[in-house]
């Protein structure tokens, strides 16, 4: 039986368990850590109206993404280098991912080879794209991706430019001995630079393509017959643009407070980017501070087909390997559960925007 109950005990194990320098760049943001913080503070603002009286005897958290059906709507936010978490690292995650009946979203930085995660899935994957200067490696990326079975591409848009990451400057993150990015082995690219600071930083800044436009995302959409997701928009009038250069989906993002500091907490934005896409078919995840099953009601409430997690995976990977990220998983949609059957409602399609409203100052 765990002694664990929510996933802020999971971070805290996390924190006693991790290396200075792996907790810092995990848990931390950009500058001042401003949206880090109100990602998640944003949620406190919303108050649920539920309703009573409904018989929520049977209930589903079941919902369709991506032209498929799965069990939970908290999907795997693409998060970076799961080694330096656990021994199996993305293995351990996509493993728990299948069980859970959901979405692992494997990032471009994964330290595990795409096909290998892939073969270890009971599940969907989908590859999370980092643009590089270089044409020719991230063709071989989505080549890849393709050929080992993922079933979407998400181009990130929001990381063209390093941010100002304190911690991780003064760590001098970097990646130990034995641990690289496998997906980048074959285009020569997997380790970081010699640096002082930010390996990573120092990494980001010589291989990311910084002009990034509209057009190429006609170019991807075009390169591939893999459903194509951008994730990073925080704007109605970007993910109007998104959907008209081809996006099959948008991922409402700021990064986990990660790129842009003060740019606005992602459940604030949700409403304008729902109204935007109305009437063209765009599915729309979000992520973000999601860290109690009533966030991820609020989130699918204002319009999210779903939601990603980011950080709580890592603690659980941290914390207990694949049997960490399973009960992250498994907690979060038991108290997801749990809210929708209070608020008087027993499938995802029945969450509306009536039962949000700003809590009362
Ligand atoms: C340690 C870490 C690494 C990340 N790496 C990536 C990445 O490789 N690609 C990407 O698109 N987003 C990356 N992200 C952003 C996440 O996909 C996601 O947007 C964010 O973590 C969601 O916020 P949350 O951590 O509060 O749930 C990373 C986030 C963290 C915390
Ligand atoms: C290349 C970086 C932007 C990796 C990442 O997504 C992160 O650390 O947030």
């Not at 459903?227 to 643009?241: E, M, N, S």
Request: overall charge negative; proline content about 4%; hydrophobic content about 40%.
């Amino acid at each position: 039986m765990s002694s664990i109950f929510s996933l802020e005990q999971y971070r805290e194990k996390a924190c006693k368990q991790l290396p200075k320098m792996v907790y810092d760049y995990y848990a931390g943001g950009a500058s001042d850590e401003i949206t880090l913080r109100n990602n998640d503070r944003a949620y406190d603002r919303l108050a649920i109206r539920y309703h009573v009286m409904q018989d929520v005897e049977d209930r589903s958290l079941s919902i369709s993404i991506g032209g498929e059906r799965i069990d939970c709507p908290i999907l795997i936010a693409p998060t970076a280098f799961h080694r330096l978490a656990s021994e199996q690292g993305e293995l351990d995650t996509v493993r728990a991912a299948g069980n859970a009946g959901t979405v692992m979203i494997l990032s471009t930085l994964a330290t595990t080879a795409v096909e290998d995660v892939v073969a270890a899935a009971s599940g969907p994957v989908w590859f999370q794209l980092y643009v590089y200067r270089d044409r020719q490696a991230t063709r071989d990326l989505v080549r890849r991706a393709e050929a080992a079975g993922c079933s979407a591409l998400v181009l990130t848009a929001d990381a063209q430019v390093w941010s100002v990451r304190e911690r991780d400057e003064r760590n001098g993150f970097t990646l130990p001995e034995g641990i690289s990015m496998q997906n980048l082995e074959a285009s020569g690219k997997p380790t970081f630079p010699e640096t002082e600071g930010s390996g990573l930083g120092a990494y980001v800044e010589q291989n990311f393509d910084r002009s990034l436009k509209w057009s190429d995302l006609d170019w991807l959409a075009g390169l591939t017959d893999l459903p194509v997701w951008i994730k990073g928009v925080v704007r109605g009038d970007d993910a109007r643009r998104a959907a008209e250069h081809g996006a099959d989906g948008v991922i409402v993002s700021n990064h986990g407070g990660r790129q842009l500091d003060t740019s606005p907490a992602t459940i604030t934005v949700l409403p304008e980017i729902v109204q935007a896409l109305e009437g063209t078919g765009t599915e729309i995840l979000m992520d973000g501070g999601i860290r109690r099953g009533t966030d991820v009601l609020k989130a699918l409430a204002l319009g999210a087909d779903g939601v990603c997690i980011g950080r709580p995976i890592l603690w659980g990977l941290a914390a207990n390997g694949q049997a960490g990220v399973e009960d992250v998983l498994r907690i979060l949609a038991n108290e997801l559960d749990v809210a929708m059957g209070l608020s008087g409602v027993t499938s995802v399609d029945d969450l509306t925007p009536d039962l949000i409203a700003p809590v009362a100052e």
